[in-house]
């Protein structure tokens, strides 16, 4: 299968993703058994992820999803995180997992965990598809992380520039020539 015209290179394809995916959700099940977590995904680049993650998981779980300000069009953060949608669920008492795409300066998710913890969850993990360590501003602690990535604007598989790319169903660079930082 030819790349896309638009990415650079191929970071993990839909094969690597799939398995990576299920040694998550194996872990996830074994640390959750007996429990009835609630998984928190982050949109919209989450739900892919979200979608193959909670399929591939054996225990019972829940879903909701929140929404906060997006990088519209630029490929940096703006340090500022507005909260666009809330979850519906009543999290006290709840074991949440927050589902994330990537964590990459950390400020959106720092955001979102002292956000979610001052509502008494039981328990509160943060499980991220991709971490990008060398953008890191916030320290944030991750309980389960699919794939370390290098410094590049990463699209595909729910990851997009200007809300393009989120379909393709593997993960690659993107070409710089198609952003300016
Ligand atoms: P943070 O606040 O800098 O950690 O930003 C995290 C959010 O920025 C993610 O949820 C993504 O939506 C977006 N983001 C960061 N890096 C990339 C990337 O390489 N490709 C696509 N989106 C990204
Ligand atoms: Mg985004």
Redo the contacts with the bound molecule.
């Keep these: 299968m030819a790349l896309h015209k638009d990415f650079e290179s191929l970071l993990f394809s839909e094969e690597q993703i799939k398995t990576r995916i299920a040694e998550m959700a194996a872990q996830i099940d074994i640390d959750y058994k007996g429990k009835t977590p609630l998984l928190i995904g ?1 949109l919209k ?1 989450s739900f892919i992820f979200m979608s193959d993650l909670m399929r591939a998981m054996k225990i019972e779980c829940t879903v909701d999803f929140l929404a906060v300000s ?2 519209g069009t630029k ?1 940096e ?1 703006s340090g500022q ?1 507005r909260l666009l949608k809330d979850i519906n669920e009543n999290i006290e008492g709840r074991d949440v997992i927050v589902v ?10 720092s955001y979102i965990m002292k956000l979610l913890s001052m509502r008494r969850p039981a328990s509160i993990k943060l499980c991220t598809l991709l971490d ?1 360590p060398e ?1 890191r501003r916030v320290q944030v602690d991750i309980h389960y992380r699919g794939f370390e990535v290098p410094d ?4 595909g598989y729910g ?3 200007a809300e393009k790319y989120r379909n393709v169903p593997y993960i690659g660079i993107l070409k710089p020539s198609l952003y300016a930082r």
């Design positions: 982050v680049g997006s990088y490929s953060t995180v994330e795409d990537i964590l990459d300066s950390g400020i959106t998710l990008k953008r590049a604007f990463v699209v990851f997009d520039f």
